[in-house]
């Protein structure tokens, strides 16, 4: 979904990120999109300790934890978003979170509001509380201090290894499903996951596809999100970009990554739901741009 030129962007509750250093890191919240790159390594018989990077070098170190000026610097407006993957990374989150603010209060009777969620744009690897982190790993959502952690390098992983199309909407749907773990974060949901961490009915795939459900929600209502000027973030949406997000909810399909793997299917080890399922609820929350269709975890048919 392409950005309006003008559109004001705000790099505020966006940080760089410390260095890496040893270590695997695994969202606590489980289920996390970024586990798929850990699971997919796994199956091709690597051994996740491998996974990790070598310790950050000390200019490297200095460059990550120069905080976000940089980002300050180059992210202004949505031109900038359509130009530069972080940008557009930024931008999601602006009109993400612009997207819940109003819609939380308003599903809710206005009991329920969105608390505004930082972010990590991290370049390589950094540290969460969650674990370390590094872009093989791909964006995760940390319950435990409430980040979301985003490599944009990981949309080339995305593309080459998993075979999403490189659409702008194919990123932001990533994007916009980290931010769905927050949301569930937010309204205590995210244990499931944590309790039943695999399986096709798994409670860790039940919040995989709310999350993938919440994500078409905000990509129906992205349209009338705004900046802090009042003017609109996106353009309309095209049947393209609507493409391009079906594209990248099927790449990570568990089914397709295992398939890509190793040439099987085993559904008891589904954390995420199959590509078919993750498609069908985007669209669910993208038809219908309401939190009730989304619930997942009460679902007899996911
Ligand atoms: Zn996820």
Do not use: C, I, K, T
């Given at each position: 979904m392409t950005f309006n030129d003008d559109a004001q962007l705000d790099t505020s509750g966006v940080s760089r990120g410390g260095g890496g250093g040893r270590g695997l890191a695994i969202g606590?919240?489980?289920?996390?999109?970024?586990l798929v790159a850990l699971v997919l390594y796994m199956l091709m018989?690597?051994?996740?300790?491998?996974?990790q990077q070598p310790p950050a070098s000390q200019s490297e170190r200095q460059a990550e934890s120069a905080g976000a000026g940089d980002l300050a610097a180059k992210c202004r407006t949505g031109a900038d978003a359509n130009r530069d993957p972080e940008c557009r990374v930024i931008a999601t989150r602006n009109s993400v979170q612009s997207y819940w603010r109003a819609k939380l209060p308003e599903a809710s009777g206005g009991k329920v509001q969105w608390q505004d969620t930082e972010m990590v744009l991290y370049q390589g690897q950094t540290r969460s509380a969650c674990g370390d982190a590094n872009n093989r790993i791909g964006p995760f959502y940390c319950p435990l201090d409430k980040k979301v952690y985003m490599d944009a390098a990981f949309f080339r992983i995305l593309e080459q290894?998993?075979?999403?199309?490189?659409g702008p909407l194919a990123q932001e749907y990533v994007v916009a499903h980290e931010f769905g773990h927050a949301l569930q974060d937010q309204l205590g949901l995210l244990e499931r996951a944590q309790q039943d961490p695999k399986g096709p009915e798994s409670g860790a795939v039940r919040v995989e596809l709310m999350a993938d459900c919440f994500a078409g929600m905000w990509a129906k209502g992205a349209v009338e999100t705004k900046d802090a000027n009042g003017r609109t973030f996106m353009a309309p949406l095209t049947e393209t970009d609507v493409r391009d997000a079906l594209s990248a909810a099927e790449s990570v399909g568990d089914d397709h990554i295992q398939e890509q793997a190793r040439g099987r299917v085993s559904p008891?080890?589904?954390t995420h739901g199959t590509s078919e399922q993750r498609q069908r609820w985007f669209m669910r929350g993208y038809e219908t741009g309401d939190l009730n269709q989304c619930n997942t975890l009460q679902a007899r048919d996911l």
């Open positions: 606590g919240g489980g289920g996390l999109l970024g018989g690597g051994n996740p300790a491998d996974v290894q998993f075979g999403s199309s490189g008891e080890s589904f």
